[in-house]
């Protein structure tokens, strides 16, 4: 089946500092790639939309320089948190559009759980 | 109002019992439902899609779509220890939209 693969699953960051999570698709080519942080006990809220090759689509209030998400090839995306702080201490997870699946063809990677200190 | 509701429980069942989760949504363009479920710390995974209205049977898992009603349900006979996890209903199809719209999940716990 289609896997993403998301890393890190976890890491601890200094505030101020920025941290880069990265998805890849392991055996499909991933044209569009979705990015979500989930806070404890909360469904997932979409933060933004990224098709290879162009810029992402950020959701209503999301800080689009905090947040910066690179899509530079079909088998790789990545989120980076810039400027770190506690309060982006989140679950963020990246989903992938499956190519042949329609509308149901969502794959998510296992997730990485940002804390910053 | 949100375009999907569900009760976030938390659902706490004795193994072997038959759970029913449920959402309802707002949007009637919606075409596709999904059942997610997710294990802490973890992604969601796919456990069972149906498009437009009807039921659909895998194994002990059984969804249903009530389009007239937008209601959707999860029904799992013959609970296990190891279908404790957060059930997320979701919603796609929307014309010109490529994304899903979550449920708030419905944390669920068998008890052994």
């Known amino acids: 089946g289609a896997v993403v693969s998301q890393h890190p699953s976890w890491v601890i960051c200094k505030s101020g500092t920025s941290v880069k999570i990265e998805c890849r698709s392991l055996?499909?080519?991933?044209?569009?790639m979705f990015w979500y942080r989930q806070f404890p006990k909360q469904s997932l809220m979409l933060m933004a939309t990224s098709n290879e090759g162009s810029k992402a689509t950020y959701e209503q209030g999301v800080e689009k320089d905090k947040f910066l998400i690179n899509h530079a090839s079909l088998t790789l995306s990545t989120l980076t948190v810039t400027s770190a702080h506690p309060e982006d201490s989140s679950f963020y997870i990246c989903?992938?559009?499956?190519?042949?699946?329609?509308?149901?063809?969502?794959?998510f990677g296992s997730g990485t759980r940002l804390t910053v200190v | 109002q949100k375009e999907v509701e569900q009760d976030p429980g938390p659902l706490s069942v004795p193994e072997g019992a038959i759970v029913s989760l449920n959402c309802t949504y707002s949007?009637?363009?919606?075409?596709?439902f999904m059942w997610y479920r997710q294990y802490s710390r973890k992604g969601p995974e796919l456990l069972m899609y149906t498009y437009s209205s009807g039921n659909k049977e895998d194994g002990r898992f059984t969804a249903q779509v009530d389009k007239s009603s937008k209601y959707i349900s999860l029904f799992i006979r013959d609970s296990q220890p190891s279908d404790s996890a957060t059930y997320l209903c979701a919603m796609s199809g929307l014309q010109g939209a490529q994304k899903l719209v979550f449920g708030q999940g419905t944390r669920l716990t068998i008890n052994p």
């Open positions: 949007n009637s363009a919606f075409q596709y």
């Open positions: 989903s992938a559009r499956v190519p042949g699946q329609g509308d149901y063809g969502y794959t």
């Open positions: 055996d499909f080519q991933a044209t569009t």
